[in-house]
């Protein structure tokens, strides 16, 4: 199975741009993994058309593939991350292809777009940079591998 996560925006914070990066790496031993940064919009008029903007960005990537979108959406669905793994271990044993994530920037993603996710999942109650995010949700995709292979990461 083949992982895309779309971000958008530069991830400016070196550690980040660090914990992302070995990650990445280690997630990419389970699977075909790929982080694709979609360019900050640069020129806008108000909120509205930001996302609009990103939301065309984030299409341009998602064009004629056939995937299962998911996105992170601060009012999407909480789960724990054993249930995260079970999600992940459906899909690879589905025989689904590819799985794209998207994080958007800092105002969120579209309705559109939310509108045509297979899910929506949250992080947390709480509210984090769409930077440091990535982080996280790149860890989150590592256990919910090292769950899936029995690795002793996890610990209940």
Not at 57 to 70: E, S, T
Not at 116 to 142: D, K, N, P
């Amino acid at each position: 199975m083949k992982i895309e996560l779309l971000c958008v925006g530069k991830t400016a914070i070196p550690y980040l741009e660090t914990g992302i990066s070995e990650y990445a790496q280690r997630v990419n031993h389970f699977c075909n993994f790929s982080v694709q940064i979609i360019p900050d919009v640069k020129q806008f008029k108000s909120k509205e058309e930001l996302i609009l903007k990103e939301e065309l960005a984030i299409r341009k990537y998602l064009k004629d593939q056939q995937h299962i979108l998911i996105l992170l959406d601060e009012n999407g669905k909480n789960m724990s991350s054993r249930k995260f793994a079970s999600m992940m271990e459906k899909f690879n044993l589905e025989g689904h292809k590819k799985l794209v994530f998207v994080i958007g920037g800092a105002y969120g993603i579209s309705q559109n777009l939310k509108n045509e996710a297979a899910h929506l999942i949250s992080l947390s109650a709480m509210t984090f940079s769409h930077q440091l995010v990535r982080l996280i949700f790149m860890e989150q995709i590592y256990r919910a591998w090292s769950i899936i292979h029995h690795l002793p990461y996890h610990h209940d």
